[in-house]
């Protein structure tokens, strides 16, 4: 069974780590990643702009300590090239790791009164086109999306805006997704997305 490692404790990320169990793994928060055949990049509050090489325009909810040591574990399942999967702000994570940047402010994506927005996504030839077809609708709350894409990332997704939905890179098997796949509901199968990325643990 795969070990799927989440930085931080398993009070705030529980959906998460329902998800990862119903698709056949297991979680390990905090602590050391040493074992584990996964990574696993949760939803949260926004990066620090200089780590992309802007001032604060429109970043809040800043979370100094965990972007030091996400950054540092992308670094090192990447060189392992061990599967990462990033989710929400999962996905600017990775980008941002990989050079990119992103768009501090974006508007009409975040939830509403505390309701995820509901929109439809095309997505381009890709794993993840392979999940859920050419075209299918998503969850939506965030205020941030990747703007300039990574070293190597493609988008395979997008919203009718043009904002990017999901992402993959080239030659890693490193996949971010902007939506929320633990909790979209009757929406879309999000234990599909789980059990592809597991599998990639296997092969």
């Not at 768009?103 to 859920?132: C, F, K, N």
């Amino acid at each position: 069974m795969t070990t799927v490692y989440i930085w931080g404790g398993p009070e705030r990320y529980k959906n998460y780590r329902r998800a990862v169990e119903a698709a056949g793994g297991r979680v390990r928060f905090g602590g050391s990643a040493a074992g584990c055949g996964a990574l696993l990049l949760p939803g949260g509050g926004d990066m620090e702009p200089w780590r992309y090489g802007q001032a604060n325009t429109g970043s809040r909810g800043l979370e100094p300590a965990r972007d030091r040591a996400e950054l540092l574990l992308l670094e090192r399942f990447t060189a392992a090239k061990k599967p990462v999967l990033g989710i929400c702000r999962g996905l600017q994570t990775i980008n941002v790791f990989f050079g990119g940047t992103l768009v501090q402010d974006l508007p009409g994506h975040s939830a509403v009164g505390g309701i995820d927005r509901l929109h439809s996504v095309r997505t381009a030839p890709s794993p993840l086109r392979e999940l859920y077809g050419e075209r299918c609708v998503v969850n939506s709350a965030h205020h941030q999306a990747a703007d300039r894409l990574g070293s190597g990332l493609r988008a395979v997704q997008w919203a009718p805006d043009g904002t990017v939905e999901a992402l993959c890179h080239q030659s890693l098997p490193v996949w971010g997704v902007q939506w929320h796949p633990e909790r979209i509901g009757d929406v879309l199968d999000g234990g599909r997305l789980f059990r592809a990325f597991l599998s990639l643990c296997r092969t």
